[in-house]
T-cell receptor, first 112, second 112 residues
Framework: ETGVTQTPRHLVMGMTNKKSLKCEQHLGHNAMYWYKQSAKKPLELMFV???????ENNSVPSRFSPECPNSSHLFLHLHTLQPEDSALYLCASSQDGSYEQFFGPGTRLTVL | QKEVEQNSGPLSVPEGAIASLNCTYS??????FFWYRQYSGKSPELIMSIYSNGDKEDGRFTAQLNKASQYVSLLIRDSQPSDSATYLC????????????FGKGTRLSVIA
């Protein structure tokens, strides 16, 4: 595997379900990001981890819970989501100190 | 509120023409500027970065930056149908982990 991978690529869940999104980067980077992309809205930064520590949380609802066990893996745990949370969730990575972020293919999430 | 503004388009240009994509930003302290290309259903891909006033050329792409006017543009010469995509402008204030602020993107359509 190369670059940034995300699983699953598509996810349909009910509002009472609990699920997790996974991201893995194979670039040797040490910063990872979660973004949300909704139709007709700019990319929204959700979480930033640098050297496995969370450095940014853009007032994201607590129903989204990130986890970064090491510099190569990032998870987004989901529980009791709302239909308006349906979106494309993108993971990105960069080298600490570099501005250039590389994105994974995304997870298309639909909340029923 | 830091904002990045782009015309949503669609911008339609004939094959072989020059496509001009524009972006303005509100944060005068911004130092780093990026253009990402996003094909429909795919994740953003970094295509250009620019940090200093003036022009930066890479193949058929030229990024132009004017910090005094808070304006950054992307020119695509000899446009091809494969250039049809949404182009996202992203801006950041300074060092590595400062969040990127994205515009909503401009949809470019190159007509064969």
């Amino acid at each position: 595997e190369t670059g940034v991978t995300q699983t699953p690529r598509h996810l349909v869940m009910g509002m009472t379900n609990k699920k997790s999104l996974k991201c893995e980067q194979h670039l040797g980077h040490n910063a990872m990001y979660w973004y949300k992309q909704s139709a007709k809205k700019p990319l929204e930064l959700m979480f930033v981890y640098s050297l496995e520590e969370r450095v940014e949380n853009n007032s994201v609802p607590s129903r989204f819970s990130p986890e970064c066990p090491n510099s190569s893996h990032l998870f987004l745990h989901l529980h009791t989501l709302q239909p308006e949370d349906s979106a494309l969730y993108l993971c990105a990575s960069s080298q600490d100190g570099s501005y250039e972020q590389f994105f994974g293919p995304g997870t298309r999430l639909t909340v029923l | 509120q830091k904002e990045v503004e782009q015309n949503s388009g669609p911008l339609s240009v004939p094959e072989g023409a020059i496509a001009s994509l524009n972006c303005t930003y509100s944060d005068r302290g911004s130092q780093s500027f990026f253009w990402y290309r996003q094909y429909s259903g795919k994740s953003p891909e970094l295509i250009m970065s620019i940090y200093s006033n003036g022009d930066k050329e890479d193949g058929r792409f030229t990024a132009q930056l004017n910090k005094a006017s808070q304006y950054v543009s992307l020119l695509i010469r000899d446009s091809q149908p494969s250039d049809s995509a949404t182009y996202l402008c992203a801006v950041t204030r300074d060092s590595g982990n400062t969040p990127l602020v994205f515009g909503k993107g401009t949809r470019l359509s190159v007509i064969a």
